[in-house]
T-cell receptor, first 110, second 114 residues
């Protein structure tokens, strides 16, 4: 199984509050993991990717950070949310022939 | 420069008809892969079809086929016999060389009508 678990499904947070989105994966060990964000009606923007425990690469400067404390766990965080952090966040893992995506978290910052 | 370009923000097709969704790409790497994903209103990303740059034949998966024109750098998705359930956003994506990152286009919203 290459299942990806993401939670929560939806989240409404006030500006300035912290954020923690968790993604856990099943299947083969040491997967490449990714966080994407999708603004309303737009394409997917790669935020972070990780090729192993403790290894994080950031694609765009932003208010967010990522961590990979365990092989199958990928966490997206923020200390203080901005309105512009609203969007649909998708976790993905690499597999032969493409990605498997989680079901996503719809974040609304108010 | 955009690596993946989808020029059709929205498309309409009648049920049972075929539809082509356009995708052009830009890369200097001789080894790359092209993907199409479907995103229904629920938000999940569903893998549809994959084409490798060295594949000699166009990829097909059921009602989906990829019209790969390497010289033109295009990888259009063809959906045959459209169904109401095909209504969704469709994204073209590319992976270059040894990198595992996927770059996505901005998507095309397909609406299938009766």
């Amino acid at each position: 199984s290459q299942t990806i678990h993401q939670w929560p499904a939806t989240l409404v947070q006030p500006v300035g509050s912290p954020l923690s989105l968790e993604c856990t994966v099943e299947g083969t060990s040491n997967p490449n993991l990714y966080w994407y964000r999708q603004a309303a009606g737009r394409g997917l923007q790669l935020l972070f990717y990780s090729v192993g425990i403790g290894q994080i690469s950031s694609e765009v400067p932003q208010n967010l950070s990522a961590s990979r404390p365990q092989d199958r766990q990928f966490i997206l965080s923020s200390k203080k949310l901005l309105l512009s952090d609203s969007g649909f966040y998708l976790c993905a893992r690499d597999r032969v022939g493409g990605y498997t995506f989680g079901s996503g978290t719809r974040l609304t910052v108010v | 420069a955009q690596k993946i370009t989808q020029t059709q923000p929205g498309m309409f097709v009648q049920e049972k008809e075929a539809v082509t969704l356009d995708c052009t790409y830009d890369t200097s790497d001789p080894s790359y892969g092209l993907f199409w994903y479907k995103q229904p209103s629920s938000g999940e990303m569903i893998f549809l079809i994959y084409q490798g740059s060295y594949d000699q034949q166009n990829a097909t998966e059921g009602r989906y086929s990829l019209n790969f024109q390497k010289a033109r750098k295009s990888a259009n998705l063809v959906i045959s016999a459209s169904q109401l359930g095909d209504s969704a956003m469709y994204f073209c994506a590319m992976r270059e060389g040894l990198a595992s990152k996927l770059t996505f286009g901005t998507g095309t919203r397909l609406q299938v009508t009766l």
